[in-house]
């Protein structure tokens, strides 16, 4: 029987050998860049936006696994949203990656807890990040 962080390590797998929505940002409303010196990653993100709304996310780069799957459901999980709604997922992971287990911080929606695969490695915080706080970035949000 499968347990739920071998389910989760199967999806950010999944994620890192197939990503969702990477490729060219060249015609994205905004584009932002996100780097981690210490192991390499690099990650652009792009919107496409429609009026307040977030049409399409993208993003393109290199890194590790941890870093591509983050962006990759990053990418999936905020298309559709308004800008404001967006910048409140980018914060509450921010919160959940920074709360140490058996917090008040509540979950992140379904869509997002493989993640929780690699919460428990503070260490790889910053891989996870990357993609968001780079989205957050673009997001522009006061």
């Given amino acids: 029987m499968l347990n739920a962080t071998t389910l989760y390590q199967g999806v950010l797998k999944d ?3 197939y990503p969702r929505n990477c490729g060219d940002l060249s015609d994205a409303d905004v584009v932002r860049r996100g780097t981690n010196p210490r192991c390499g990653d ?8 429609d009026g307040e709304m977030l ?3 993208r993003f393109r780069g290199r890194g590790c696994s941890v870093c591509i799957a983050s962006a990759s459901l990053m990418s999936e999980a905020v298309a559709g949203k ?5 910048h409140q997922l980018a914060q509450e992971m921010k919160q959940w990656f920074s709360s140490g287990e058996g917090s008040q911080v509540p979950d992140p929606p ?3 807890r493989a993640l929780s695969a690699v919460r ?3 260490a790889r915080r910053r891989c996870v990040l990357l993609a968001w706080e780079a989205l957050d970035d673009a997001l522009g949000v006061a």
């Fill in 120 to 122: 428990g490695y503070p």
């Fill in 42 to 49: 690099d990650v652009e993100v792009g919107i496409y936006y």
């Fill in 110 to 112: 379904e869509s997002l």
């Fill in 55 to 57: 049409r399409q996310v």
């Fill in 15 to 17: 994620h890192f050998r």
């Fill in 82 to 86: 308004s800008r404001r709604a967006a």
